[in-house]
């Protein structure tokens, strides 16, 4: 993303409440579409306005009420790490304060969350990819920003054992951390996944799953391939890895040789059901998956590399309600408690579920002629959007405008 043009209209009273301090030391913490009904209705109303953000690109983290959390990257060269900076935007008055910074910066997946008053997110660190990947040389960190005091604190996230560069998530679950982890000897025979629930003040393991063994040749076995939390339950998408071809439900040959099994877990982390996932097309590809969302009844399916998912949960099985190219679901800390939306990417067109009929009510998101959306994050009734420009396919860089980034109000629709 380009430099913003100052630009800044807010209108805003509400100023986040804090009441727990970050402990500020670091330490170590040696953890081991197609179907469905499609409404459209009114466009959102625009409430707040368009905001400045002075950097080059960015990596929105957690929206509240009073500001944004964001972080800034910059390259080492092709192939190396990263320096990656943390910093914080006031919307009441544009103030922008650098949390933090961390070195050698590889890859940021594994999720993130907010306890008490705290952001965490998981982070691997290199001095190279080469290193990361080749040699396993890498450190997992958990970062914490404290948000009281605008301060960064990184803890070392070392499970133990042999370990797997990507493959590591974590949740929150009943206060505690809920990881996600694989092992595995760079080159060996196996990878084992499973599931452990850590005390976040203690670092004391209190529960720990089975365990799921893949064996890399042939790829015969189990795995992990995304988790997720909704109430007292875990929800575990499970790939189980096949050798040769077999018949599908359906009558089809699956011949990818994977067959996708979503699991509920109890907080003692005992297996308590399936729910079955015959009723979604092409099945099979689930083993794709780096994301699962549960609210309610409702299931959303993110994929690296195909449609992506949203469905509703009924008697046991998955429905499909949308199945569609770059559907997204917005990032929300509050997804259980608020209503979650959808937007289709490098469009205008934003999705809330009907409360009453559980059909898809789509809205039209417009600010500039010619921009469309590119991300979007969530807080209650709170959104922070960011509309990329439309050149057409033969502009030239000189013809494309900087992105630009709102913050606004959407009561009116998700009441």
Known sequence: MKKQVLALFLIISLFMSVIVACNNNTNELGLEGNTGNINTIDSIEFVYGNIRIEADDIDPLLLLDDSLIYATSISHGMGMSSQITYNRHYFYDG???????????????????????????????????????????????????CLEENTLNTHIFNPGGTRYLWGQEIRLYQDNLLLSSTHGEAGGDTWTYYLKIFDLNSNEVLNESEKFILNRDPEIGFSISTI??????????????LSG?????????????????????NKDLEK????????????????????????????FINNRTVENLLGVIVDGRIEPILIEVDFRMVDSFTANSSTPMFFIDRTNSVFTIDKESGELNKHELYFEENYSIRHIMQNGYNLFVIMGHDAGPDATFDEFKEDLFYHIHISDVIG
């Open 95 to 145: 103030r922008t304060v650098e949390i933090g910074t961390v070195e050698s910066f590889i890859t940021g997946g594994g999720q993130s969350f907010v306890k008490d008053n705290a952001f965490y997110k998981l982070i691997t660190t290199a001095e190279s990819q080469d290193a990361a990947i080749g040699s396993h040389e890498f450190e997992h960190l958990l970062i914490e920003i």
């Open 228 to 241: 997720d939390v909704y109430g007292d339950y875990i929800y575990v998408l499970v790939i189980e890895s």
């Open 245 to 265: 071809d077999f018949e599908l439900p359906d009558g089809r040959i699956n011949t990818e040789n994977y067959v996708p099994i979503l699991k509920v877990y």
């Open 272 to 299: 308590v059901r399936e729910i079955d996932l015959g009723g979604i097309p092409d099945a099979f590809e689930l083993v794709r998956s780096w994301g699962i969302r549960r609210w309610g009844d409702y299931i």
